[in-house]
């Protein structure tokens, strides 16, 4: 089935800015959400029931991450909004998942969309899913469509007090989430890389139809990835150059190694595209040669059979005075002539190196 490339807003058509509406998927039944609050000796992490024990913290010095895996229940957007001074349009942006990875920064946070991408077990079909953080002096907020497993590494991190994450601030958390992120192209790529590989085997040994169409998926999904990761690659240089006051110095550096991720994933992801332009360019002249090859073998044959044809008119004739025709040994002339034409015309195809 073919992925939409350009999705409806009928919900959004006439509405005024910053009304909140979902525009996507509903990809999950219920939202979770997860709380982490910790600085660097203390770690407290608790699924709250309702988005307004968010509001409740604690008083010395700690970041405060809020998960939110889910985004199709627009009441409990609007609550955390209110809880943490956030503006409608963002909130907007935010619902709709529809969204190409950009960067907002604002007086009080900064506001980012991402593309998590993964790929399931069996297949090649890129599965995208948005991302919004919230960035703000002591807190991050994130939006998923659903709960993703590219944050449990991060999750791991900070329960096992591993790295500097538990003694940096909201900022080097962000980092660690958008590297995760960037990272999980790499697992995709390798994939790719794997299927091109075994795709340029078959090109070799016996392509079919199949191998075609699974070439233009590819394609195809190539597209998604390189809309995904120019935007990215803005988005990190954007932050990068950020001169807010949320973001520190040191952080800067950790921004530069991922940016420079992301330039090794556009060259893999033209390197990719590149080569299956060229795989396709070799199906087809595969197809040809092999067509080529089977009009090669009806031609010999054809004009192998074209004096025989010639001597079977000649003698099929109705004329009452053929020289041979009463003749005994006639009928076995025919043959032999016959064999000796076809004869000298496999010999001439072979001195040609026709055959």
């Known amino acids: ?22 525009v996507g998927e509903r990809k999950v039944e219920t939202v979770k959400i997860s709380v982490f609050e910790y600085n660097a000796e203390h770690l407290t992490e608790k699924i709250p029931r309702r988005i307004e024990e968010c509001a409740v913290r604690v008083k010395e010095p700690r970041v405060f991450w809020v998960d939110i895996a889910g985004i199709h229940q627009v009441d409990i957007l609007e609550k955390c909004g209110a809880i943490f001074g956030l503006h409608p349009l963002v909130l907007e942006d935010i619902l709709n998942t529809g969204h190409r990875p950009k960067f907002e920064e604002h007086d009080d946070f900064l506001f980012l969309v991402l593309k998590m991408l993964s790929l399931p077990e069996q297949g090649t079909e890129i599965r995208g899913e948005q991302i919004s953080l919230i960035v703000g002096p002591d807190y991050l ?154 009009m090669k073998v009806l031609t010999v044959i054809a004009t192998i059979f074209i004096p025989l044809t010639f001597l079977a008119g000649v003698y099929g004739m109705n004329f009452d005075y053929l020289p041979e025709l009463r003749w005994r040994w006639g009928y076995a002339a025919f043959w032999g002539l016959s064999i000796v034409c076809a004869l000298g015309m496999v010999r001439f195809f072979q001195r040609k190196k026709w055959l």
């Open 141 to 294: 907020l994130t939006f998923q469509e659903r709960e993703e497993d590219l944050f449990d590494g991060v999750r791991e991190r900070l329960r096992g007090n591993r790295g500097k994450i538990r003694k940096h601030g909201a900022d080097y958390l962000a980092y660690a989430l958008i590297d995760a992120v960037v990272d999980g192209h790499f697992v995709i790529l390798e994939k790719i890389g794997d299927e091109i590989e075994r795709l340029e085997d078959e090109l070799l040994a016996a392509p079919s139809p199949e191998t075609l169409q699974q070439i233009h998926n590819l394609k195809r999904e190539m597209i998604l990835l390189r809309k995904s990761v120019w935007p990215l690659r803005e988005l990190i240089g954007d932050l990068q150059r950020c001169e807010s006051p949320l973001i520190a110095a040191d952080t800067g550096i950790f921004l530069r190694d991922v940016y420079d991720h992301t330039i090794q994933i556009i060259d893999t992801v033209e390197t990719f595209r590149d080569m299956l332009a060229g795989m396709l360019d070799l199906y087809l002249s595969s197809v040809s040669n092999h067509m080529n090859e089977i």
């Open 1 to 22: 089935m073919r992925r939409k490339v350009i999705r409806t807003h009928d919900k959004k058509i006439g509405a005024s800015p910053g009304t909140l509406v979902h």
